[in-house]
């Protein structure tokens, strides 16, 4: 019977073992006793100060109340047979000073974490940013191709700007004069032809 302990804090353990066949109708006995030194040489079962009865259903249990910073020696048996040498285990309980500082350390590991993301979320804004603002070009485009905008450039636009701004309403002026025009000529009599008929 192999038997397995994990899960161990300052204060308490679990406890696992493989099922045995000549067990069915009966239960589990699991021993354990801080003073593992005195019963290495005699398993004797009257010996350990702690025993639970754990049912045959069962191959695991949980081991609560145990002291900090202590080792001890602990068999499983069925029924309640005195244990052999393959049926016990010994393990001990961390201090509760090692728990704390054991979350301690992952506290900081889990804000050092924190604050690198939140450095790199900063550099990629300000990266980003810095692209837009200055028209960066796209990745493999040669830099020639690059739109910038330069004063001179500028300069140009605005002469075209008020270039065609003046042709506009050179063209808006000529257009209304000629409406005027024939709005004049249409509004005159019709004049009287005389011929030489009429003379006589």
């Known amino acids: 019977m192999g038997v397995t302990v994990y899960n161990i804090s300052s204060t308490s353990a679990r406890v696992n073992w493989p099922g045995s066949p000549t067990c ?4 589990y006995s699991v021993m354990y006793d801080p003073n593992w030194n005195s019963l290495i040489m005699g398993y004797k079962r009257k010996s350990f100060k702690h025993e639970e009865r754990i049912p045959v259903s069962q191959t695991s249990t949980y ?6 910073q202590t080792a001890y020696f ?16 010994v393990f001990s309980t961390p201090s509760e000073n090692s728990e704390g500082h054991d979350r301690a350390g ?6 050092v974490w924190l604050t690198c993301c939140l450095l790199l979320l900063v550099i990629a804004g300000i990266l ?5 603002h200055n028209m960066c070009c796209l990745p493999g485009r040669a830099p020639e191709s690059c739109p910038v905008v330069t004063t001179s450039v500028r300069q140009d636009m605005s002469s075209l700007g008020h270039l065609f701004a003046a042709r506009s309403s050179s063209e808006e002026s000529m257009k209304r004069a000629t409406t005027m025009e024939s709005s004049l000529m249409l509004g005159q009599p019709t004049g009287h032809v005389i011929t030489p008929d009429h003379e006589s």
């Open 63 to 68: 081991l609560g109340n145990l002291l900090p």
């Open 74 to 89: 602990l068999c499983v048996t069925c029924q309640a047979a005195d244990p052999v040498r393959e049926q016990c285990q």
């Open 128 to 132: 980003l940013w810095g692209c837009l």
């Open 106 to 111: 992952w506290e900081v590991a889990v804000g």
């Open 24 to 27: 069915l109708d009966t239960f």
